[in-house]
């Protein structure tokens, strides 16, 4: 059996320069709040389900990521960060603002398969950094399947040290 290859991406928020993003008009970032919460679990799993590199997978680690989400929408100011195109939510960003976490990111910049390949992961990305930044999270920290467009192409940016990590972000998947 093949097993999945990941990587662990951090960054110093110390040394974040970033400024928020700017968007496309009808394009907004905002908080999510619980109200928000069936949306972003179903968005997560739509934008995992239409990336190729997650066949097969993502239903090795679903489940805790869904758990995840759920304890973030319950336990911290701000659980995700929703980026929405008039009403409609079309990316979203579930973070974990615990300072010492293992990882602060529990989905990684999810958009929608129809609106990718717009800038809008990276968008995520700064707006995620910057939140967690404000939460007093000194280093930032994701891990990702290698391979997919997190990896080759979101987290690489904004002066990320990227590591081989052992195993994905809840332990051993096989």
Same mark, same amino acid.
Request: hydrophobic content about 40%; some cysteine; aromatic content about 8%.
């Given at each position: 059996?093949?097993? *999945?290859?990941?990587?662990?991406?951090?960054?110093?928020?110390?040394? $974040?320069?970033?400024?928020?993003?700017? !968007?496309?008009?009808?394009?907004?970032?905002?908080?999510?709040?619980?109200? %928000?919460?069936?949306?972003?679990?179903?968005?997560? *799993?739509?934008?995992?389900?239409?990336?190729?590199?997650?066949?097969?997978?993502?239903?090795?680690?679903?489940?805790?990521? %869904?758990?995840?989400?759920?304890?973030?929408?319950?336990?911290?100011?701000?659980?995700?960060?929703?980026?929405? %195109?008039?009403?409609? @939510?079309? #990316?979203?960003?579930? !973070?974990?603002?615990? /300072? *010492?976490?293992?990882?602060?990111? @529990?989905? &990684?910049?999810?958009?929608?398969?129809?609106?990718?390949?717009?800038?809008?992961?990276?968008?995520?990305? @700064?707006?995620? $950094? @910057?939140? $967690?930044?404000?939460?007093?999270?000194?280093?930032?920290?994701?891990?990702?399947? *290698? &391979?997919?467009?997190?990896?080759?192409?979101?987290?690489?940016?904004?002066?990320?040290? #990227?590591? /081989?990590? /052992?195993?994905?972000?809840? &332990?051993?998947?096989?």
């Amino acid at each position: 059996m093949i097993r *999945d290859s990941w990587t662990l991406f951090s960054w110093n928020l110390s040394q $974040l320069d970033a400024q928020p993003p700017i !968007l496309p008009p009808g394009h907004m970032l905002k908080s999510a709040t619980r109200e %928000h919460e069936q949306e972003i679990h179903e968005l997560v *799993d739509r934008a995992f389900k239409f990336e190729q590199q997650w066949s097969g997978s993502f239903s090795k680690i679903s489940i805790p990521v %869904h758990e995840r989400i759920q304890q973030a929408f319950r336990s911290q100011t701000h659980p995700a960060i929703a980026l929405m %195109h008039g009403s409609r @939510i079309i #990316a979203a960003s579930c !973070l974990c603002t615990e /300072p *010492d976490a293992a990882f602060h990111f @529990i989905s &990684g910049p999810c958009v929608l398969p129809e609106y990718r390949s717009r800038g809008l992961g990276t968008t995520l990305l @700064i707006e995620s $950094l @910057i939140t $967690l930044k404000a939460s007093e999270v000194h280093v930032a920290r994701a891990i990702s399947k *290698d &391979g997919t467009i997190a990896s080759k192409f979101i987290y690489r940016k904004l002066a990320s040290v #990227a590591e /081989p990590h /052992p195993q994905g972000p809840f &332990g051993d998947t096989e």
